[in-house]
């Protein structure tokens, strides 16, 4: 199965504050995604690559910015945390399948 | 539009019975629709997909249903157990070009033994 890394695992941040969230890939899959857990809400897709250097937006891309450095490494920045934007965080890579990181839950007071 | 609606939100069983969780989506390039299901503090897994060449699979309990008209599928655990107690979450994709993935607002299924 492929692995996907994310860090920090925990994060806790005040508004205004800059994040940035780390994803890496050791599959060497194409696809990468950012997505955002919420209860009632599911996973909603932020940003996606398809290679390094590559960026699409997804649904829900206000006040975040992505950027994929490497086949292996894709980040997501936040700027100016805000309290709407606490949430979980999943990073996942697909070859057509996706497999999912262990996520990353973030704070924002 | 790429909305997937997913019910019931909450669904509770008796151990041994069949539970059903339906999707609809609005693409209609849709090809590709897997089940993902999470348990609390874990990351989503895959446990069965299928694609739009298909109507039906199964694997061990689960089958999935797909009626591409209706721009309807559907997963049917049989037999529940308490150990299929989790989240679930049903995804379509369009998969030629951008691998564009959109789930479901997710199922959460409790077996009661």
């Known amino acids: ?109 | 539009g790429e909305q997937v609606e997913q019910l019931p939100s909450i669904l509770r069983v008796q151990e041994g019975s069949s539970a059903s969780i339906n999707c609809t989506y609005e693409n209609s390039a849709s090809n590709y629709f897997p089940w993902y299901k999470q348990e609390p503090g874990e990351n989503p897994k895959l446990i069965i997909d299928i694609r739009s060449n298909m109507e039906r699979k199964q694997t061990q309990g689960l089958i999935v249903l797909l009626d591409k008209k209706a721009k309807r599928f559907s997963l049917h655990i049989t037999d529940t157990q308490p150990g299929d107690s989790a989240m679930y979450f049903c995804a379509a994709s369009v998969n030629t070009g951008n691998y564009k993935y959109v789930f479901g607002a997710g199922t959460r299924l409790k077996v009661i033994a």
């Not at chain 1, 996907?4 to 994803?23: A, D, F, I, Y």
């Not at chain 1, 997501?76 to 996520?103: N, V």
């Open chain 1, 1 to 109: 199965e492929a692995a996907v890394t994310q860090s920090p695992r925990n994060k806790v941040t005040v508004t205004g504050g800059n994040v940035t969230l780390s994803c890496r890939q050791t599959n060497s899959h194409n696809y990468m995604y950012w997505y955002r857990q919420d209860t009632g809400h599911g996973l909603r897709l932020i940003h996606y690559s398809y290679g390094a250097g590559n960026l699409q937006i997804g649904d829900v891309p206000d006040g975040y910015k992505a950027t994929r450095t490497t086949q292996e490494d894709f980040f997501l920045l936040l700027e100016l945390a805000s309290p709407s934007q606490t949430s979980l965080y999943f990073c996942a890579s697909s070859d057509e399948r996706l497999f999912f990181g262990h996520g990353t839950k973030l704070s924002v007071l």
